[in-house]
């Protein structure tokens, strides 16, 4: 397993995963600080799982599973090594450059904005705590997780085009309209959404979690949330790491 992880990490050494690993966060980053200023942290989490995130995590995967893909996967199908252990690998690369990308957005957001108020002296109408910040890079990676097997398979099975059509397409309705309600564990879409509004008070809308905002529900900052939908979020890692696991093995079988 050791030797398929390294193996596949040094494929994408010559692609543009590393820039974009680094490149989307700063970009967000860059983008919030110049456009909303007194909100600056918020919408900069916010820009980023709501719509950056989730797109550079469906790039990142088309990177991963078409490389192999383009060439009907006949580089791998002869390898001396199992089927599953080529695919466990390609989910770990997506899990450790997930978790890069969340690292630098959130040390970004922390810098530029300790930044911002020592050299420009701006006041913030909503900052979050650091606390608050670090425990939001934590649990949006982990509720992000899922994405990785889910668009992994769908690169396989349609391209990376439709993947991306249909993983941001679902992304972009029910992040913001399923994660306003009760059951929003239901879909892995919605969950991180969620979660982010009682830890950094901003609803999935970009308004402040506030009494007479636009969808607002003091449901929504509950921080009692987070106990069901880590462990729903992780839970859909699992079924989908496990299911598109044995559904490319079988690929195998096929030949």
């Not at 990490?9 to 692609?15: F, L, Q, V």
């Not at 060439?71 to 890069?100: E, F, H, Q, R």
């Not at 941001?168 to 309705?173: E, H, Q």
Request: include cysteine; charge should be positive.
């Amino acid at each position: 397993m050791r030797e398929c992880f390294r193996a596949e990490r040094m494929k994408y050494r010559r692609t543009s995963i590393k820039g974009m690993t680094v490149g989307m966060p700063l970009v967000t980053v860059v983008l919030a600080a110049w456009l909303t200023h007194v909100y600056f942290a918020v919408d900069s989490y916010n820009w980023w799982y709501i719509g950056l995130y989730p797109g550079f995590l469906g790039m990142l995967c088309g990177i991963i599973g078409g490389k192999d893909k383009r060439k009907k996967n006949y580089t791998i199908w002869s390898l001396p090594c199992s089927m599953g252990s080529i695919w466990d690998a390609k989910v770990l690369v997506g899990v450790m450059m997930s978790g890069i990308s969340v690292i630098c957005v959130v040390a970004l957001t922390i810098l530029a904005g300790t930044g911002m108020e020592a050299v420009l002296h701006i006041q913030f109408i909503a900052s979050p705590s650091l606390g608050a910040q670090l425990l939001a890079g934590v649990v949006m990676w982990l509720t992000t997780l899922w994405q990785i097997p889910f668009c992994l398979f769908l690169t396989q099975k349609m391209g990376t085009f439709l993947m991306l059509v249909i993983h941001m397409g679902l992304y972009t309705i029910l992040s913001v309209t399923a994660s306003l309600t009760a059951w929003f564990p239901l879909f892995p879409w919605a969950i991180t959404a969620r979660l982010m509004c009682p830890i950094l008070g901003v609803m999935p809308n970009g308004l402040l979690l506030q009494p007479g905002q636009m969808t607002y529900s003091a449901q929504l900052g509950d921080m009692g949330s987070l106990l069901m939908g880590i462990p729903a979020a992780l839970l859909w890692f699992g079924l989908f790491w496990i299911g598109s696991r044995k559904w490319f093995e079988r690929q195998v079988a096929t030949k």
